[in-house]
């Protein structure tokens, strides 16, 4: 069994930053593709930014130049800063990782999520 644990999410005013962190744990072999998602109320939950196991990033077109997705292997943990925060950017954001586990199994894990509020 795998547990992703998200941290950092709060009540931020417009245009400040904030940076959410995810660690993985339990039976963990390797962390393939790792990202964070977010899902506003009403709406569709959403990508937001992924890295590889290499490093390979890719981000919502919403997020470009805003927000830096990153990781730490060692520590199996996945960090996502978000500067210039908006309103708009107000979610629960969800950690969620493709892991390979100690029993060979390739399996998908989200984490219980953490809200983001941007409001003045």
């Known amino acids: 069994q795998v547990q992703l644990l998200e941290s950092g999410g709060g009540l931020v005013q417009p245009g400040g930053s904030l940076r959410l962190s995810c660690a993985a744990s339990?039976?963990?072999?390797?962390?393939?593709?790792m990202g964070w998602y977010r899902q506003a109320p009403g709406k569709e939950r959403e990508l937001v930014a992924a890295i590889t196991s290499g490093g390979s990033t890719n981000y919502a077109d919403s997020v470009k130049g805003r927000f830096t997705i990153s990781r730490d292997n060692a520590k199996n943990t996945v960090h996502l800063q978000m500067n210039s925060l908006k309103p708009e950017d107000t979610a629960v954001y969800y950690c969620?990782?493709?892991?390979?586990?100690?029993?060979?199994?390739?399996?998908?894990?989200w984490g219980q999520g953490t809200q983001v509020t941007v409001s003045s």
């Open positions: 339990g039976s963990i072999f390797t962390l393939n593709y």
């Open positions: 969620n990782a493709d892991v390979l586990t100690r029993s060979r199994s390739l399996d998908n894990y």
